[in-house]
């Protein structure tokens, strides 16, 4: 986008004959997802661990009742990440306006407004474990999942390496597999009668899978 907005304005005699950087932003945009596709397709393909043995579950008397909570928090590099991208774009949208070029001020906004959307909605969520299954919720409300558990064949403590097994932090989904991964290290997972998992990065993860199963277990 840079080097077509300089060669659109070289040779100009006034910056006022420049014509508007709408095409070359559409257009740098497109090259950059499609090279983000690229490299998604030919990157090699990361074998999933060995599931280790279903967790064993926590006694529990009959008709006991029991819950386990926490709260997971975006690793501190990631979440310094989101907020440098965050002040760069809202640094650049300003002058974008003041200087009315309204297709680069509008684009840079709606990034910011993602951006601030994003940091808020994944920094921090809250992870439930009850007689109703494992509830993840962030802390502002939303978005918020929920596994029942009738949904559910057993639950895990597990590691989890975001990168390598997620391609990073945040909501993260690939085949039969969805995480809310916020940082490196334990997790619990659950696995769902359909073969599919959930995974949620998580303190103390092996008691609320422990829970969970004898939870699912007596249901």
Excluded: Y
């Excluded at 030919?42 to 006991?64: S, W, Y």
């Excluded at 297709?103 to 921090?124: C, I, P, Q």
């Amino acid at each position: 986008m840079l080097t077509w907005g300089q060669l659109m304005q070289a040779g100009l005699a006034d910056a006022r004959q420049a014509p508007g950087i709408g095409v070359p932003l559409l257009c740098s945009l497109v090259a950059a997802l499609a090279v983000g596709a690229a490299c998604w397709l030919v990157q090699p393909k990361q074998e999933q661990p060995t599931t280790t043995a279903a967790q064993e579950p926590l006694p529990l008397a009959a008709g006991e009742r029991a819950v386990w909570f926490r709260e997971t928090t975006l690793a501190l590099p990631a979440l310094l990440l989101i907020l440098g991208a965050l002040t760069a774009v809202a640094a650049g949208a300003l002058p974008a306006w003041v200087w009315a070029e309204p297709a680069v001020a509008w684009v840079l906004t709606g990034v910011t407004v993602v951006l601030a959307a994003a940091a808020a909605t994944s920094a921090a969520f809250r992870v439930r474990v009850d007689n109703s299954g494992l509830t993840v919720t962030s802390v502002v409300g939303f978005p918020r999942f929920h596994v029942p558990l009738a949904d559910i064949r057993d639950a895990e403590a597990v590691s989890v390496v975001p990168a390598a097994e997620f391609g990073g932090w945040g909501l993260r989904w690939v085949p039969g597999r969805f995480g809310v991964v916020v940082r490196t290290g334990p997790a619990l997972q659950v696995n769902r009668r359909t073969g599919r998992q959930f995974v949620v990065t998580v303190d103390d993860a092996a008691t609320g899978a422990a829970l969970l199963q004898a939870l699912a277990v007596r249901s």
